[in-house]
């Protein structure tokens, strides 16, 4: 159990990380999209806690834990480091391969 907790927020902590690496183009802010897209990735990869199609309290703690981490990170990231995306990086790599 606890090492499934364990694989749960590396894989939230790093989802998180790797969707704030490029620049949200959509009009959906930031600190709801990626929440919800790590979600949904996390739910298809290690799907509920428990067996069975009812929903418990330990759905709705897993559900709190995992939006509450990424939604900490988004926050942490958009405070701390608002203008850094890996498009910037890719363009500036381009342009010194121009010259």
């Given amino acids: 159990m ?3 907790l364990f694989k749960l927020l590396i894989t939230v902590c790093s989802s998180t990380i790797i969707f704030l690496l490029f620049e949200n183009k959509s009009h959906v802010r ?3 999209l990626i929440p919800i897209l790590v979600g949904l990735k996390i ?3 290690f799907g509920d806690f428990e067996e069975g199609q009812e929903y418990s309290l330990t ?5 709190l834990f995992v939006l509450l981490v990424s939604l900490s990170i988004v926050k942490i990231k958009l405070t ?3 203008e ?3 498009n910037n990086y890719i363009k500036f790599w381009n342009f010194h391969k121009l010259k």
């Fill in 2 to 4: 606890y090492f499934r």
């Fill in 80 to 82: 701390y480091f608002p």
């Fill in 84 to 86: 850094v995306y890996i």
């Fill in 43 to 45: 739910l298809y990869i």
């Fill in 59 to 63: 759905d709705l703690l897993y559900w």
């Fill in 30 to 32: 930031t600190t709801y």
